[in-house]
């Protein structure tokens, strides 16, 4: 599978930003999926995560409650939501897929990468 983000961009603190990955390739719908974020400087941590079905989710404790990660098996796209942006969320953002059913919650679960989108957060 192939992974394409976008929807990076620069973006005042406090608003909101949608990131959205699509895939190509077969079978979309088999692959839990997540998100990731490398800040400059700094090594690529995980964000968020969402199973096969999209019925669960994970946050990382800095986005928890101001973030929504989702899918669309029918378009082949995973989005993250984000809102009440921060400063500290500057960073290029990378989704990831993963032959597995659950959640992985680092980078060694996921086997597919996408190359990343840059989000700016002004203060």
């Known amino acids: 599978v192939q992974l394409q983000a976008s929807g990076g961009g620069l973006v005042q603190a406090g608003g909101s930003l949608r990131l959205s990955c699509a895939a190509s390739?077969?079978?979309?719908?088999?692959?839990?999926l997540g998100w990731f974020r490398q800040a400059p400087g700094k090594e690529r941590k995980f964000v968020a995560a969402?199973?096969?079905?999209?019925?669960?989710?994970y946050y990382e404790d800095s986005v928890k409650g101001r973030s929504t990660i989702s899918r669309d098996n029918a378009k082949n796209t995973v989005y993250l939501q984000m809102n009440k942006v921060k400063p500290e969320d500057t960073a290029v953002y990378y989704c990831?897929?993963?032959?597995?059913?659950?959640?992985?919650?680092?980078?060694?679960?996921?086997?597919?990468w996408g190359q990343g989108t840059q989000v700016t957060v002004s203060s």
């Open positions: 969402v199973n096969q079905s999209g019925t669960g989710t």
């Open positions: 390739g077969p079978s979309f719908s088999i692959y839990s």
């Open positions: 990831a897929a993963r032959n597995e059913c659950s959640m992985g919650l680092s980078q060694a679960n996921y086997n597919y």
